[in-house]
T-cell receptor, first 114, second 114 residues
Framework: GAGVSQSPSNKVTEKGKDVELRCDPI?????LYWYRQRLGQGLEFLIY????????KSGLPSDRFSAERTGESVSTLTIQRTQQEDSAVYLC????????????FGQGTRLTVV | AQKVTQAQTEISVVEKEDVTLDCVYE???????LFWYKQPPSGELVFLIR??????QNEISGRYSWNFQKSTSSFNFTITASQVVDSAVYFC???????????FGTGTKLQVIP
């Protein structure tokens, strides 16, 4: 596709349920990032993929959070046993390798845990 | 470890005033990239500029200009003759060469009052 696509755009879930957030990066982009943005806050780094491997998972807030990427393309961020503090916009971005490292962002998934 | 600091949380200016958004970064690498992104109320982050560490030339694009000073580890962003459409949250970001993880500052919310 022309841009980074995220689905769903909005997700309301009950506390304790698991959720999966999907990111389709721009074709050819080998780097993929997940960020979390709480209301009125900055971007909080979660995880970074280079190809299908994740050299930096340091931002994942707890073991309830996991992410995978397959085929150097689609990535899924999974949050297990959701808590109310997980409510936020989850942003995905992708970029080329090398010097052209500006990241292109998706529209985000707004997650609300009730 | 890389770090980006945007000390200004919120700025309000009257339309047509000039405004400078500050960004200070920390990195141990000699090769790195600096970015500015704009997040309008619609939520999608928009890439504005990329600068590599070997190019200290200031850049001007219309009403936007960027001042990169390696001596002070700063990459400030100035909007000349601000307009209401400039109202947004602006993020400064840093990527270390060869690694590509992009670290964002906490953002500066700019409000341009008509």
């Amino acid at each position: 596709g022309a841009g980074v696509s995220q689905s769903p755009s909005n997700k309301v879930t009950e506390k304790g349920k698991d959720v999966e957030l999907r990111c389709d990066p721009i074709s050819g982009h080998t780097a993929l990032y997940w960020y979390r943005q709480r209301l009125g806050q900055g971007l909080e780094f979660l995880i970074y993929f280079q190809g299908n491997s994740a050299p930096d998972k340091s931002g994942l807030p707890s073991d309830r959070f996991s992410a995978e990427r397959t085929g150097e393309s689609v990535s899924t961020l999974t949050i297990q046993r959701t808590q109310q503090e997980d409510s936020a916009v989850y942003l995905c971005a992708s970029s080329f390798s090398g010097e052209r490292t500006e990241a292109f962002f998706g529209q985000g998934t707004r997650l609300t845990v009730v | 470890a890389q770090k980006v600091t945007q000390a200004q949380t919120e700025i309000s200016v009257v339309e047509k005033e000039d405004v400078t958004l500050d960004c200070v970064y920390e990195t141990r690498d000699t090769t790195y990239y600096l970015f500015w992104y704009k997040q309008p109320p619609s939520g999608e982050l928009v890439f504005l500029i990329r600068r590599n560490s070997f190019d200290e030339q200031n850049e001007i694009s219309g009403r936007y200009s960027w001042n990169f000073q390696k001596s002070t580890s700063s990459f400030n962003f100035t909007i000349t003759a601000s307009q209401v459409v400039d109202s947004a949250v602006y993020f400064c970001a840093l990527s270390e060469g060869g690694y590509q993880k992009v670290t964002f500052g906490t953002g500066t919310k700019l409000q341009v009052i008509p």
